[in-house]
């Protein structure tokens, strides 16, 4: 069966064949085989590729429900994928309260060691403490290597106690426009008119879920993730209900 992502991209070609052989070695030998961590657009064309297919006997999970960065895991027909058998691990890394890291900051001090991207999950930060996910092969190299990230001393540990800091800030978005049309709620989202929106939209500048959308016309649903170039990501929390004067009211969230 052939397949083509909605827009191709480089590195399209060799996830899918990546994504082909995990579910083929997966019946074949009789285990679950896995690919990633994939980023959010990567998992995007994995899904698309798995509906088009027969096989559903699979699993994306990234060592927690709201993970953005996941693995893709392909379990042979007897076996219920289950988030225990992913090759997922978490290490801890804590620090003083007065030092101020980043996200940023502690993925440079990873690939400044030489890792992978595609072998770090994600990375969640708050004052004093990191969670890091990551392939499990690599848990025993980050806890012996990494004793600083910057000039900021850290301490890893295994495993991380929950609750886990948040990924996101949010800024509530919300307001009433004509329908749930992309250029309807882009215009609402970042406060423009419905013109200059459907012009960012013909441009190719705003992405539904990871793919770009031209279509001005398309309808919106709740749940659905909205980057537009220049002006930040919103996710569609509500739509509705209707008002007296027959416009739609919505609320969103801005990724801050």
């Known amino acids: 069966m052939s397949f083509s992502p909605k827009q191709q991209m480089p590195g399209d070609a060799v996830l899918l064949a990546k994504i082909k052989d995990a579910v083929a070695l997966s019946q074949q030998r009789g285990y679950a085989h896995f690919v990633g961590f994939l980023d959010e657009r990567a998992a995007a064309v994995s ?8 096989f559903k006997n699979y699993m994306l999970w990234g060592g927690f429900a709201e993970a953005e960065r996941v693995v893709f895991g392909a379990f042979p027909d ?5 988030p225990e058998a992913f090759p997922i691990s978490a290490v801890t890394a804590s620090f003083r309260q ?10 440079g001090a990873f690939l400044g060691i030489g890792l992978k991207r595609e072998s770090i999950g994600d ?3 708050e004052q004093g403490r990191a969670i890091v996910f990551c392939r ?6 980050l806890l012996s290597q990494i004793v600083k990230v910057g000039r900021v001393g850290v301490k890893l540990s295994e495993g991380a106690k929950k609750p886990l800091p948040h990924a996101h800030a949010y800024q509530e978005v919300n307001g009433v426009v004509a329908s749930a049309r992309l250029d309807c709620l882009t215009a609402a989202m970042i406060g423009m008119s419905r013109e200059k ?3 960012m939209i013909a441009a190719g500048a705003v992405e539904i879920n990871h793919f770009v959308q ?15 170039h220049g002006k930040g990501r919103y996710q569609i929390t509500r739509l509705g209900p209707v008002t007296k004067k027959g416009r739609l009211s919505f609320v969103g969230k801005k990724y801050v």
């Open 47 to 54: 899904r698309q590729y798995m509906e088009s297919t027969y």
């Open 136 to 141: 499990e092969e690599l848990k025993p190299f």
């Open 78 to 82: 007897f076996l219920e994928p289950s």
């Open 98 to 107: 007065c030092d101020l890291l980043s996200h940023r900051d502690f993925l």
């Open 214 to 228: 031209i279509s001005s016309s398309k309808e919106l649903q709740e749940g659905d993730l909205l980057s537009i």
């Open 123 to 125: 990375i969640l930060v």
């Open 197 to 199: 929106a459907a012009a």
